[in-house]
C-alpha cells in the first residue's frame, strides 16, 4: 500500500519522541533529520521536504511546547497539521457550472489509467444523483474508444463516439451537443495521451479547451511513477491550468511520494484518489484523513462511510437496535464480517483503525481463508453459544473444535475478535455526529 515505507518509518520516530519526558531542541533536530529522510525515501521532492522539515522544527522549539506537559505529543500534532497543509488542506470539491450542464476535461499521458478513471469518475457522478456521459476523443491508442465503451457500459453511462472523425475538437464539440439533447448534466471528455509531454499534445488539448470551455480541467497522474508524475503535473498545468489531480494506483506499491509533493509543486489540489481496479475504486482526497492514516491515527470517519455505502437503513436499524439492547451476538458479528469482506475486505479495512501495523495485516487469500475458518466455527455451536459466548467453557469449546475441525485457539481469537468488534462500536461512536453513519445516529 501506498506510504507503508513511511508510515513505519514516522511511527518508529514519534515512538521515541513519546517515549521522553521532556525534549530538548537537540531531540527536535534528531528526529526531523530522520523524518527528512524517510520523506526522500517516499519519493517526496527534495525542494517540498526541505520547507516540511523547516516549518515544523520551527513550530516545535517554541516554549509552548517543550515546556508542555506532553511535548512528543505536540511535536506529533505540528507534524500532523503540516502533512494536512502539504497535501491541500481542507478537501477540494469537483465544481459544477450554475447552469446546470458541466463539462470536465480529463488529461494525462499515456499508462497513468485515464480512461478507466473516466468510468470510474462517471460512477461517482451517478451515485451523486448526476446523470454523466463520456465522450471518446482519443484517436491515436489503439482500442481506445472500445476501453471507454467498455467502462461507459460497466457503470451504465452512454458514451459519444464518433468513430470516423479525425478531429478530437469537432467530437468533442459534438459531443456536448449530444450530451445536452439527451438531458446529461455532466459530460466527461476522455482526451489523448503521450508517453511524454510533446508540443503537438498540449497544443490539440488547448484547442479543445478553447473549443468546449471545461469547467474544470482534471489531470489524470500516476502515483507510481514517483517525482515523474510532479513533473508531468506541473508541465500539463503550465500549459492548460488545470484545475485539479487525480491521482492513480494508490493502493500499488507505491511511496507515495508524489501524492505528498504534487499540491505544492503545481498549487493545484488532488480531488480523488484511485484505491484499486474496480470501477467503484475512486475516492474523494481528504488531506486529512490521509495524513491521519500515515501517522497510524487510523481514518474512522472513512470507516464509517464506507460501513454506511454497505448497509441498507433496514440492517443499520436492525444493528442499532441489537446494540441499544446488548443482543449483537456471535451470528451478527459473522454477518458484519460478512459485510466487511463487500466493503473491500480485512486487511484494507483494518489499516483505517487507530494504532494498526500495516505489515501484520492479512492479505486478501488470507481473510478469505480466515473468513471461512470463522464460519465453520460459528455453525458448529449451538443457537445459545452463538447468542452468549459468554458460556464457552473449556469443554464446549474442545466439542465446537471436534465439530468444526479447527484447534481450541481458533475458537479463542473467534471469541475475542468478536469482544474486540464491539469495543470498535465504541470508537466509531466518538466520532463528529454529523458525520455518523446511520448505524450510530442517536447513540451517546
Avoid at 482519443?138 to 463516439?161: K, M
Avoid at 455505502?309 to 444493528?319: F, I, N, R, V
Amino acid at each position: 500500500m501506498a506510504f507503508e515505507g513511511l508510515s513505519e518509518k514516522l511511527q518508529s520516530v514519534f515512538k521515541k519522541l513519546r517515549g521522553k519526558g521532556a525534549l530538548t531542541e537537540a531531540d527536535i533536530d534528531e528526529a526531523m533529520r530522520e523524518v527528512k529522510l524517510a520523506l526522500l525515501e517516499a519519493d517526496v521532492n527534495f525542494k517540498v521536504v526541505k520547507q516540511f522539515v523547516a516549518d515544523v522544527k520551527e513550530k516545535s522549539v517554541g516554549a509552548n511546547v517543550l515546556e508542555s506537559l506532553t511535548p512528543g505529543q505536540q511535536v506529533i500534532k505540528i507534524v500532523q497539521s503540516e502533512l494536512v497543509a502539504l497535501m491541500g488542506g481542507a478537501g477540494s470539491k469537483l465544481t459544477y457550472s450554475p447552469r446546470g450542464f458541466t463539462t470536465l476535461m480529463m488529461v494525462g499521458l499515456q499508462g497513468t489509467g485515464k480512461t478507466t478513471t473516466c468510468g470510474k469518475l462517471a460512477n461517482y457522478l451517478k451515485n451523486n444523483g448526476k446523470r454523466p456521459m463520456l465522450a471518446a476523443c482519443d484517436i491515436y491508442r489503439p482500442a481506445a474508444i472500445d476501453q471507454l465503451e467498455i467502462v461507459g457500459a460497466g457503470v451504465g453511462a452512454p458514451v459519444f463516439t464518433m468513430r470516423d472523425s479525425q478531429d478530437p475538437v469537432a467530437i468533442a464539440e459534438a459531443a456536448v451537443k449530444e450530451a445536452e439533447r439527451r438531458g446529461n448534466d455532466v459530460l466527461i471528455i476522455d482526451t489523448a495521451g503521450r508517453l511524454q509531454i510533446d508540443e503537438a499534445l498540449m497544443d490539440e488539448l488547448a484547442r479543445v479547451k478553447k473549443a468546449v470551455k471545461p469547467h474544470e480541467i482534471l489531470l489524470v497522474v500516476d502515483a507510481m511513477m514517483g517525482q515523474d508524475a510532479v513533473n508531468a503535473a506541473v508541465g500539463f498545468n503550465d500549459a492548460l491550468g488545470v484545475d485539479g489531480i487525480i491521482m492513480t494506483k494508490l493502493d500499488g506499491d507505491t511511496r507515495g511520494g508524489a501524492a505528498l509533493s504534487a499540491k505544492s509543486v503545481t498549487q493545484r489540489p488532488i480531488k480523488f484518489i484511485g484505491v484499486g481496479e474496480k470501477l467503484d475504486a475512486l475516492e474523494p482526497f481528504h488531506p486529512d484523513r490521509m495524513a491521519s492514516r500515515i501517522l497510524g491515527m487510523g481514518d474512522i470517519l472513512s470507516l464509517i462511510e464506507k460501513a454506511e455505502e454497505s448497509l441498507s437503513d433496514a440492517k443499520a436499524e436492525e444493528l442499532e437496535r441489537k446494540m441499544r439492547k446488548n443482543e449483537f451476538t456471535l451470528e451478527d458479528f459473522l454477518e458484519q464480517m460478512g459485510q466487511i469482506r463487500k466493503m473491500g475486505g480485512v486487511a484494507k479495512l483494518l489499516e483505517m483503525l487507530p494504532g494498526m501495523n500495516r505489515g501484520a495485516l492479512p492479505d486478501t487469500e488470507t481473510g478469505e481463508k480466515e473468513f471461512a475458518q470463522m464460519e465453520a466455527i460459528i455453525q458448529s455451536m449451538t443457537k445459545q453459544e452463538r447468542r452468549d459466548p459468554s458460556i464457552l467453557n473449556a469443554s464446549r469449546r474442545k466439542r465446537i473444535s471436534a465439530g468444526c475441525g479447527q484447534p481450541v485457539h481458533k475458537i479463542n481469537n473467534l471469541v475475542k475478535r468478536y469482544e474486540d468488534a464491539r469495543k470498535m462500536m465504541k470508537q466509531f461512536m466518538k466520532a463528529p455526529k454529523h458525520k455518523k453513519s446511520k448505524m450510530f445516529q442517536g447513540w451517546n
